[in-house]
């Protein structure tokens, strides 16, 4: 059982580093036959109008959402988040998103670099420790619809984690920092996925 | 008890290198109008270069090559939501400061605009926004990094379209982080001298056999064949900055080079992407060019 990285652009492999540190069997996603042989999939951080852009130009974005709508769990961070988010504020002119998530997501919605920042988050799904989080030009969440729900918030009340079934997304980058968890609860997934059958 | 809202840390190392990070396998484009920012937006790049004068033109022109006009950056940056990079010279400070204030998302103190100070570079840690600065080796970029610099791009020969001077650069910064690899650690000592680094950073890189930054290449890259073969070579991504607007048909050749950054290592895509892309920029041989006029010699 082997679990991808969607590779179109972005930080893939850090991600694949910490899936690997975790024993998983990683393939570095770019084309849809690529797509068919995982089990489960993370879509990176990165530029979410040029992963869209280029998704839809090799013909994967069809198969990226069907695999989303099969149900198999899929991990999205920062631009990945945006990829899985139903409904897209401030995008680019023609983005368009996988979606599944039903959230809808502000792109870079912090401003500036200036604005990027590192903090604590409490994630209570993913124990007592804090998570440090690191924003990057972050989107964040501004509508959780009623199928997802709000897996961490600013102290301000803004929503930056989320979970709807088998879809996981982030704002921020724990593939950076040497958080971990957010990993493991994903393969989590995928394994309970693949028990399911 | 107090308030616990968790502190906030803004212009961390982390932060500023992150992204960075995010821009790997992507393509910066040198912009000098909103109208030029609009189509590197639509063809895909991770961010854009905004500029008064593209590299070429610089070179063509001549005199004294400054930071840009701060309408022209807010015109660029009001234009697109992708980053926004813009130049300042070389140890030139309240050049970064003015373009800090204006907001730009990365600053490049860059050897493309005439040197301001022939001893010093920025002192980079003093700003919350991120550096990129230029290498032509080792030793130079963990000079930059010691300074502050987030992100490293290898120098190559910014406006000639002639890509010799990257391949140079980057297989001396990839050659020469190989050779520290092999050493023992009296002789990394040694080699601290030598590449006028400090030692912790030299053994750093000796153990994990790479930058602790992102490195692009720029500088000469025309062609989607270019990038992809920097790619290959190693580089996190790719800067673009006469090659695309001084060539027959920007947006195709923008759109191109992009996918060739992605599918780097796929020769058939990098085949069809690179046809009926019209005339390349016209360029000049860097054997050309006298030693005064080769950008890549500016800074140390």
Redesign the interface.
């Given at each position: 059982m082997s679990v991808g990285v969607l590779a179109l652009q972005g930080d893939f492999r850090e991600h694949a580093e910490v899936l690997r540190s975790l024993g998983a069997d990683v393939e570095l996603v770019r084309r849809p036959e690529e797509l068919a042989r995982v089990s489960g999939l993370v879509i990176p951080g990165g530029e979410s109008s040029v992963m869209d852009k280029l998704a839809r130009a090799f013909g994967l974005a069809e198969p990226l959402a069907a695999f989303v709508r099969s149900g198999l769990p899929v991990y999205g961070t920062c631009a990945g988040l945006i990829m899985l988010a139903d409904t897209v504020i401030d995008g680019i002119a023609g983005q368009e998103s996988i979606g599944g998530l039903d959230i809808a997501v502000r792109r870079n919605a912090f401003g500036s670099q200036t604005l990027s920042f590192e903090t604590d988050l409490d994630v209570p799904v993913l124990g007592d420790a804090p998570v440090h989080a690191v924003f990057i030009r972050a989107p964040v969440v501004e509508t959780v619809g009623p199928r997802a729900r709000a897996l961490a918030t600013l102290a301000d009340g803004r929503c930056v984690a989320v979970e709807q079934d088998n879809l996981l997304g982030t704002s921020f980058h724990p593939e950076i920092t040497g958080e971990n968890r957010f990993h493991e609860y994903f393969l989590g997934k995928v394994a309970a996925a693949g028990f399911r059958g | 008890m107090t308030e616990t809202?968790?502190?906030?840390?803004?212009?961390?190392s982390?932060?500023?290198r992150?992204?960075a990070?995010?821009?790997?396998?992507?393509v910066i484009m040198d912009v000098v109008n909103a109208e030029q920012a609009r189509i590197a937006?639509?063809a895909?790049?991770?961010?854009v270069m905004a500029l008064e004068r593209v590299p070429a033109d610089i070179r063509s022109q001549g005199g004294v090559a400054r930071m840009s006009d701060p309408d022209l950056i807010d015109s660029i940056?009001a234009e697109?939501?992708?980053?926004v990079m813009a130049k300042a010279r070389i140890g030139h400070f309240v050049e970064a400061q003015i373009l800090?204030a204006l907001?730009?998302?990365?600053i490049d103190e860059s050897e493309v605009l005439s040197p301001a100070d022939y001893v010093n570079h920025i002192d980079k840690w003093n700003f919350?926004?991120?550096f990129v600065c230029g290498a032509t080796n080792l030793g130079e970029a963990l000079r930059r990094i010691t300074e502050g610099a987030a992100m490293i791009r290898s120098k190559g020969e910014a406006g000639t379209g002639d890509v010799s001077e990257a391949m140079k650069h980057i297989r001396t910064i990839k050659g020469e982080i190989g050779r520290l690899s092999s050493l023992s650690k009296d002789e990394l000592y040694v080699a601290a001298k030598e590449l006028q680094a400090p030692y912790e950073l030299v053994a750093e890189i000796a153990a994990t056999g790479k930058l602790p930054v992102v490195l692009f290449v720029a500088g000469g890259v025309a062609t989607p064949a270019d990038a992809a073969m920097m790619m290959q070579m190693g580089a996190d991504g790719v800067f673009v900055g006469s090659g695309i607007f001084k060539s027959g048909n920007p947006q195709a050749r923008a759109n191109a080079i992009?996918?060739a950054v992605?599918?780097y290592d796929d020769a058939s895509v990098i085949a069809a992407v690179s046809r009926g892309l019209g005339e390349a920029m016209v360029g000049i041989n860097v054997s050309d060019l006298a030693a005064p006029h080769r950008l890549s010699e500016r800074g140390w």
């Open positions: - | 809202t968790p502190a906030e840390q803004f212009g961390s982390r932060v500023k992150g992204l990070d995010m821009m790997k396998g992507g937006e639509d895909g790049a991770v961010a940056i697109v939501s992708i980053p800090q907001n730009v998302d990365y919350t926004v991120p992009v996918k992605t599918f």
